[in-house]
């Protein structure tokens, strides 16, 4: 299952935490048909004096990286990065420019989870979608 890190300032992300959740997680599951319940998410506050950011963006400059096991075409992970986009901000309210999004791709193979290798395991979900 894809692991989501949300890195952001502790101030404003952390009062956003469980609808980001939700919003982000919808996202998954109709972009990439995940179930729901296979979230794996890790919120990430950070101190303002430790997060640097390009100049323009403002306190709710939010960084969310998926990592996943490659397989899903094109389209569907720019599904994934367009909802994320458009869910985010109408829903919690950051805009496009306080939003980066990192999908990182790896093999089956290179992934380990309940005690088996990522390429030997059956999900109950489609990687290549």
């Known amino acids: 299952m894809p692991q989501v890190k949300i ?3 502790n ?5 956003i935490k469980k609808s980001l959740s939700e919003v ?13 319940d296979k979230r794996a998410q890790r919120f990430f506050p ?11 963006r403002s306190d709710a400059y939010t960084i969310i990286e998926i990592i996943m096991i490659e397989g899903r075409t094109v389209e569907s ?13 109408s829903q919690i ?3 496009v420019m306080d939003l980066e999004i990192c999908l990182i791709e790896s093999p089956a193979s290179n992934w ?13 979900y489609k990687i290549n979608v």
């Open 46 to 56: 950070i101190e303002k004096d430790n997060f640097f950011m390009p100049d323009g």
């Open 77 to 89: 992970k720019k599904k994934l990065i367009a909802l994320l986009f458009e869910r985010i901000e």
């Open 24 to 36: 982000v997680h919808s996202c998954m599951m109709d972009a990439l048909g995940m179930p729901k």
């Open 112 to 124: 380990g989870f309940r005690g088996i290798h990522g390429d030997e395991v059956k999900l109950n």
């Open 7 to 9: 890195y952001g300032i």
């Open 93 to 95: 309210g950051i805009k």
């Open 11 to 15: 101030d404003s992300l952390n009062p």
